[in-house]
């Protein structure tokens, strides 16, 4: 049976604005009074948004309550919950406007690069060398929420080193930039992930200058021992892994009650143990820390309960190194999704709130500090290569995955399992290639316009719009400046408006003698517009000679 929700007159005339009729009437097909409930579900899912995230979870279900059909006082009733989220979907207003184009070519994206299978497979630990080299999914996660999935989206992998900056945050958070920049520098290495290299720097104390030796950066294997080595210290092991665990959850939107697909980060022991086994490196990166004072020791705190009386010679292993590595091994052995990593990346490039759970989990400040030194130094001794070309903030882990934050945009990750020299997946490079190469989200391309790439952030009608309008006016008042400055961007200067009529239309119109020989050089031949007129006969209707 259908049910209906009752409403009072009274209610109909106090709350409907013309923005909900407007909302109401894009929908409407024949019928003014009603709307199909199909056709609203397919406008939000096409616009990206999905049926179980939780901000539009109640409107789905009243929407498979309902029959066929919706009125009016249904409508505002219905979206009263997610009022703003359901008018900025249907009025193609979300972060990725033209999310159908934009998943499209993502698609084609998919489909080119999946034919590459060059690289290896990390083979230093029998989990990570037997997963299938195959595997190829990309998600993109706007933070608006729109979601865009292809591929082994909802396949777990192992985080590894795409935990380095979410650790370096937590410290952030909790002690701030100077006192975490004391153990840790903000420096590209330049050098390998697992490199034993420590930079130098020299502090001018109040009587002497003292030269001390830290980490590079957080995303090499010192700095992140170090960061994971400065979270909670003074907890147990089990609820240091619990709490970074909690703040992953928050990251990607889990919470117990959640509709939405994020589950608990997952552990995976045995990842965690070869990683034990096989670590060498990294156990000798722990005491190179503890060597240099940047890893605080507990001998002296443990001093009374050691064994220094008897004959024996009791070897110590110093605590604070083990628990910091143990942590580290941990972190790097949790698994998830590529939508829950591309979740938690755009979590950061929503500044620190995650799109879907609408909660801050993150200080703006800690992700605006945090950004830049993945800028520098994510994506390991190929960071400036990579920035140069791809131009936005990255992580890779030799888990398969790389994560890019588009700030204010989207996050994406992409996870596919063969490797390259540097230990970054082959594909995801490439995907990530190819999106700066189509759309224009390099950090700096700000002042950059090009013919072929489009700011995705814009709808394309008005992006091609802007650029024609803006040509039809400039060569209407004659302004040859604004012209000389299209064309040396490379826009196409004989497009014209919706009748067809051009810049050299409107040049002649006016009688821009100069407009029209500069068009005219630069290439642009005369079209007819919309009732077969050229630019010639305005000219003579409007007696210019
Ligand atoms: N667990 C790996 C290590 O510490 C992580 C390295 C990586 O992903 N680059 O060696």
């Not at 990725?96 to 990390?122: H, Q, R």
């Not at 130098?200 to 080595?229: C, E, Q, W």
């Not at 890019?404 to 596919?416: A, E, H």
């Not at 189509?438 to 700096?444: M, N, P, T």
């Amino acid at each position: 049976m259908q049910k209906k929700i009752k409403l009072t007159n009274s209610y109909e005339s106090k709350h409907s604005s013309k923005r909900e009729k407007d909302l109401f009437y894009s929908l409407c097909d024949k019928n003014p009074n009603q709307i199909k409930t199909k056709d609203f579900k397919n406008a939000l899912l096409k616009s990206g948004l999905k049926s179980n995230d939780n901000r539009l979870y109640d409107l789905f279900q009243k929407l498979d309550s309902l029959g066929d059909e919706i009125y009016f006082k249904d409508f505002i009733k219905i979206i009263s919950s997610s009022e703003l989220l359901v008018e900025k979907a249907l009025r193609g207003e979300l972060a990725l406007p033209d999310f159908s184009d934009f998943s499209k070519s993502v698609d084609e994206m998919y489909d080119d690069v999946i034919k590459n299978k060059s690289g290896e497979l990390a083979s230093y630990i029998p989990p990570l060398a037997k997963v299938d080299p195959n595997q190829f999914g990309i998600s993109i996660v706007t933070i608006d929420g729109q979601i865009y999935q292809r591929g082994d989206c909802k396949v777990d992998f192992s985080l590894q080193s795409m935990c380095k900056p979410f650790n370096y945050c937590f410290a952030l958070e909790k002690f701030g930039l100077e006192l975490v920049h004391k153990h840790v520098g903000q420096e590209p290495s330049g050098r390998q992930f697992n490199d034993l290299t420590l930079l130098t720097r020299s502090l001018v104390g109040k009587s002497n200058k003292k030269l001390t030796r830290i980490p590079f950066n957080p995303m090499i294997n010192a700095g992140a021992i170090m960061t994971a080595g400065l979270i909670n210290s003074d907890d147990t092991y089990e609820k240091r892994l619990n709490f970074v665990k909690k703040q992953y959850g928050k990251l990607i939107g889990w919470s117990a009650n959640s509709k939405f697909d994020s589950k608990f980060p997952r552990f995976n022991k045995d990842v965690a143990r070869e990683e034990n086994f096989t670590g060498y490196n990294n156990l000798a990166i722990g005491y190179l820390l503890m060597a240099t004072g940047n890893l605080p020791g507990k001998k002296n705190k443990l001093k009374k309960d050691l064994n220094t009386n008897k004959n024996e010679f009791d070897f110590y292993i110093e605590p604070t190194v083990v628990d910091a590595l143990k942590l580290y091994f941990s972190i790097c052995s949790l698994e998830m999704t590529a939508t829950e990593v591309a979740m938690a990346a755009a979590t950061l490039a929503n500044n620190g709130v995650c799109p879907v759970s609408q909660s801050r989990v993150l200080n703006q400040k800690t992700v605006r500090d945090c950004l830049p030194i993945l800028q520098s130094s994510g994506m390991y001794d190929a960071s400036g290569a990579f920035f140069q070309e791809v131009g936005l903030p990255a992580k890779s882990g030799v888990g398969g995955g790389v994560f890019l934050v588009v700030p204010q945009l989207m996050g994406i990750c992409i996870f596919s399992p063969r490797l390259d020299e540097q230990g970054n997946s082959v594909r995801g490079i490439e995907i990530a290639k190819r999106i700066t190469s189509k759309y224009l989200v390099h950090i700096f391309d700000g002042a950059m316009t090009n013919a072929d790439r489009v700011d995705p952030r814009i709808p394309i009608s008005k992006w091609r719009a802007n650029s024609c309008g803006e040509a039809i006016w400039a060569a209407s008042i004659g302004d040859i400046r604004t012209l000389e400055r299209l064309a040396s961007e490379q826009k196409d200067l004989s497009i014209g408006n919706s009748d067809m009529r051009t810049p050299l239309h409107l040049a002649a119109a006016e009688g821009q003698l100069k407009v029209v020989q500069f068009l005219l050089e630069q290439g642009v031949k005369p079209v007819p517009d919309r009732w077969g007129g050229y630019g010639y006969f305005d000219a003579k209707n409007n007696n210019h000679k």
